[in-house]
């Protein structure tokens, strides 16, 4: 059974991204693995303070699971407390996973200028599809699907994965394509017709293409405002080793206004690692 690893905190902003995963585990019949971890990034917190903040985060775990065993009863939840940086954690655990979930702070557009968000250092370095999760109402969206469309082979992964969401979800598909002026006008090109064949080849049906001439960044954030789900592709190296974001994934998930999947060029479903831990199942 594929896991889906959602990242907890004891946050309302984390209990967004719970919540979010719950409902997806639900319809997949997928297992949920609950992590929290306490951070001591450099091994510099003293064992008392590390007795203290472990303490906290069973706390915090035994609380997550009550919240999921309430709210999806027939989801098969685990759980894990783990010692490091919590992001760094997390991407190594998507070695094994079918998707990880966190939530982020992010609920808005904030162009020029730049916050911190330790969310964009898992999506960046994440081998499986990694779910950021604002706190914004979003169940009862109708907007759809959208996807990114350029001619990255990333880009054809991402359309790839947003098909499968929709023919899952019934949910409308939009596929957005960003042209410069010199096609200023053009109904389609070479690279969404490509795109579009393969996503109807998952869906069945033809999806919606929507050409616009604005910057990717821009047009994708605008669809967080309305979409259920935005998926963005992420160039790797082969191996697996991350390139980072890319600006546009980057420029997105600052600005984001609704959930957002990053999607990796390779995914890899190695072994998983071997880190501090103790789990408990339910």
């Known amino acids: 059974m594929s896991a889906i690893v959602v990242g907890v905190d004891g946050s309302t902003i984390g209990r967004a991204a719970l919540t979010w995963a719950l409902d997806r585990a639900a319809e997949l019949h997928h297992e949920l693995e609950l992590v929290h971890v306490v951070a001591d990034e450099w091994g510099t917190v003293g064992l008392s303070a590390r007795r203290e903040l472990r303490a906290m985060g069973e706390t915090t775990l035994a609380d997550a699971l009550e919240f999921a065993r309430a709210a999806q009863p027939t989801v098969p939840v685990r759980a894990e407390i783990a010692e490091g940086v919590p992001m760094m954690v997390l991407a190594e655990l998507s070695a094994g996973a079918e998707l990880i979930a966190v939530g982020t702070h ?92 393969a996503a109807e080849c998952i869906l069945g049906t033809r999806p919606h293409a929507r050409m616009v001439q604005r910057p990717p960044a821009e047009a994708l954030v605008e669809a967080t405002r309305m979409m259920s789900l935005v998926v963005i592709g992420r160039p790797t190296r082969s191996g697996g080793g991350g390139r980072g974001l890319g600006h546009v994934a980057h420029d997105v998930l600052i600005n984001m206004a609704g959930p957002v999947v990053v999607v990796p060029e390779l995914v890899h479903h190695a072994e998983r690692p071997t880190h501090r831990t103790e789990r408990t199942a339910r």
Not at 109 to 123: C, D, M, N, Y
Not at 151 to 168: H, L, N, P, Q, T
Not at 185 to 197: K, L, P, Q, T
């Open 106 to 197: 992010k609920a808005g557009f904030v162009r020029g200028q730049v916050f911190g968000s330790q969310s964009l250092q898992l999506a960046a370095t994440s081998r499986a599809p990694v779910a950021v999760i604002p706190q914004v109402p979003y169940r009862s969206r109708r907007g759809g699907i959208a996807v990114g469309v350029d001619d990255s082979v990333a880009s054809g992964v991402a359309v790839e994965f947003a098909a499968r969401e929709a023919a899952r979800t019934g949910e409308r598909l939009t596929l957005v394509r960003c042209i410069g002026m010199r096609n200023h006008g053009a109904a389609s090109d070479a690279v969404i017709e490509r795109a579009m064949d």
